[in-house]
């Protein structure tokens, strides 16, 4: 008879071979670190809010839009996507909505883009 626990088994020693840092270049490190921002997506129906003070462009659904747009002066917006965009407005300038930039918070003109 024995005393010890027999049916557990010792662990496993793991053996260091000196590469196991660099193993993981492509794994979780890749997952949770950002080398370049990703240029964001619009999908069909999403605006595209572009800011004339701090030149920053944040893609928003429908209704963040309208949330973000309220309260706000809308004299131009671009519709479209891409070489088929055009302005419809009023105010056909680069810039033809004045309302708080999502980006930096401040009231300024920026350029509505809707696609279509």
């Known amino acids: ?48 809010v572009e800011c004339g003070r701090c030149a920053e462009r944040t893609v928003l659904s429908p209704g963040a839009a309208v949330r973000a747009a309220i309260p706000s002066l809308v004299l131009g917006v671009v519709v479209g996507h891409g070489e088929r965009e055009s302005t419809i407005g009023l105010r056909r300038s680069r810039y033809g909505a004045f309302l708080r930039c999502p980006a930096c918070g401040e009231r300024t003109w920026t350029r509505l883009t809707i696609r279509l």
């Open 1 to 48: 008879m024995t005393t010890s626990f027999d049916r557990v088994r010792p662990r496993a020693r793991r053996t260091d071979t000196g590469g196991s840092a660099m193993h993981d270049l492509e794994g979780k490190r890749a997952l949770f670190s950002s080398s370049s921002p990703e240029p964001e997506r619009q999908s069909l129906g999403s605006v595209a």
